[in-house]
């Protein structure tokens, strides 16, 4: 990779252990999403601490409607991609859809995703038995595993839509339950995704593991956003929970660096990107 800013090699590497001692010391995560090796140079650059290889690639790059065609080819050709564009960056990269179904496909993907791309951990969505399963059996062998609650894309079915979750009491709680559940199972990490803003405060404070929000609010440890809808690029409507950084700005750099300010600095989310 061509380096332009030689001071960039300078950072130290994010590591999976490191995550929690941001949370204890309340150093706000910054994530974003990549898919080839030049964003992520871009991430790199920004001094963004996680790079995720989202399967959201199946509607941004590959055009479809949801994340469900996405393969696990697809997510290794796009993982091996974003790593040669990484140095401290910690890289975590999705389990496509129905790589869970049981411990024995999840541990393949886990083993390609990090063992070959070069992910240094992988993304599972739901708290359902399986996943519960999966989550274990991949940490017992090594294979560092941040969870997906909320809003989770690959059950877009079962929701009827991209629909926010945990507004009623009952299924706050149970959400509240779930994130118990996959921190227990083993996992580093929790991505939520579009809840309102006090299940977004409550998981977060409930947790010894780093909460990321997206549209989850601003309590939550960190933030992602999927790096097409903060360039304003996506086609079609912006989704609430995103902001267009590239408005005003003269760069994709520059972009990305106001992105990662506003979220150590706690101006983003702001009230207008979050459910109530
Ligand atoms: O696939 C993806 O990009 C994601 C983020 C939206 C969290 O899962």
Not at 1 to 9: G, I, K, P, R, T
Not at 38 to 43: E, K, P
Not at 108 to 137: C, F, P, Q
């Amino acid at each position: 990779m061509y380096v332009q800013n030689a001071s960039v090699l300078d950072r130290k590497p994010v590591t999976v252990p490191g995550l929690r001692a941001m949370k204890t010391q309340g150093q706000r995560i910054v994530m974003l999403t990549a898919y080839d090796a030049s964003f992520a140079w871009q991430l790199e650059a920004a001094g963004i601490d996680i790079a995720l290889v989202g399967d959201s690639l199946g509607m941004v790059v590959q055009g479809h409607a949801s994340t469900l065609p996405v393969t696990l080819e697809h997510m290794v050709y796009h993982t091996s991609a974003v790593a040669r564009g990484l140095r401290a960056t910690l890289l975590v990269a999705d389990l496509p859809f129905m790589a869970d179904r049981d411990v024995a496909h999840a541990l393949t993907a886990g083993a390609r995703l990090v063992g070959e791309a070069g992910a240094a951990m992988v993304k599972i969505e739901g708290s359902a038995a399986h996943v519960l399963d999966a989550i274990a059996a991949l940490t017992a062998r090594s294979i560092p595993v941040c969870a997906h609650l909320g809003l989770t894309p690959q059950s877009v079915h079962r929701f009827g839509g991209f629909r926010v979750q945990g507004r009623e009491q009952a299924a706050a709680e149970r959400m509240l339950a779930d994130a118990l559940a996959v921190q227990a199972a083993g996992a580093e990490l929790l991505v939520m995704e579009g809840v309102p803003v006090e299940l977004g405060r409550r998981v977060t404070e409930a947790l010894a593991i780093p909460v990321i929000g997206i549209g989850a609010g601003p309590h939550c440890d960190g933030q992602v956003l999927v790096i097409h809808d903060m360039l304003g690029i996506t086609p079609g409507k912006r989704p609430k929970f995103s902001k267009d950084f590239l408005l005003g700005r003269d760069s994709v750099a520059a972009a990305i660096a106001a992105y990662a300010e506003a979220v150590r600095g706690g101006t983003f989310p702001a009230p207008e990107h979050c459910f109530n």
